[in-house]
């Protein structure tokens, strides 16, 4: 199975920071990669495919890089409605897996 | 517009089964582009994927959950469904089903999802 690392767990930070979250896969997965918010008591809600291309609609201050084993999201401007939990999936094979989780907090 | 809404008994006592719905609407669930799964969530904790199957039958299970675990899929009602046997209180959860499958190209790949619904394991 390939196991999903996310770091920082949780990150405090203030409205117009830059923030940057590192998922690392325990394998190489290409770029099969995505990426997802959650808000708490919510269904988590799709950002990021193929490791960096943005899902319609979601905010262009989202961004994703990286390839094979260690991948990056960045907010390039956190604003007050991403305040929230963010997970990396790995999307290269079964069986599926998430990242820990990090949660972006208010400084 | 693809929805999808999860169904079923919202408490469970422990050692029975566990059974939720997935009922698809907005889109056919036997599309050969798609996997659809269920993914869970246990209060304050991260996601777990549980399964995934294909609209063929064909399934796909999380090792850890894999001896209790079937998913089904029913085309004719645009359903798919979980069963999970011999629940104990650490399957307490919020069970979500989604379009989730492997090396699937496109955002549309990853979406929706349920809204998800909170299953307890208590007597």
């Known amino acids: 199975d390939i196991q999903m690392t996310q770091s920082p767990s949780s990150v405090s930070a203030s409205v117009g920071d830059r923030v940057t979250i590192a998922c690392r896969a325990s394998q190489g997965i290409s770029r099969w990669l995505a990426w997802y918010q959650q808000k708490p008591g919510k269904a988590p809600e799709f950002l990021l495919y193929a490791a960096s291309s943005l899902q319609s609609g979601v905010p262009s201050r989202f961004s994703g890089s990286g390839s094979g084993t260690d991948f990056t999201l960045t907010i390039s401007s956190l604003q007050p409605e991403d305040f929230a939990t963010y997970y990396c999936?790995?999307?290269?094979?079964?069986?599926?897996?998430f990242g820990g989780g990090t949660k972006v907090e208010i400084k | 517009q693809l929805q999808l809404q999860e169904s079923g008994p919202g408490l469970v006592k422990p050692s029975e089964t566990l059974s939720l719905i997935c009922t698809v609407s907005?889109?056919?669930?036997?599309?050969?582009?798609?996997?659809w799964g269920w993914i869970r969530q246990p209060p304050g904790k991260g996601l777990e994927w549980i399964g995934s199957?294909?609209?063929?039958?064909?399934?796909h299970y999380n090792p850890s959950l894999k001896s209790r675990v079937t998913i089904s899929v029913d085309t004719s009602k645009n359903q798919f469904s979980l069963k999970l046997s011999s629940v104990t209180a650490a399957d307490t959860a919020v069970y979500y089903c989604a379009r989730i499958g492997p090396r699937c190209s496109g955002g549309s790949c990853y979406v929706p999802w349920g809204q998800g619904t909170l299953v307890i394991v208590s007597s």
């Open positions: 199957i294909y609209f063929s039958g064909s399934t």
């Open positions: 907005g889109g056919s669930i036997s599309s050969t582009t798609y996997y």
């Open positions: 999936q790995q999307a290269n094979s079964f069986p599926l897996t």
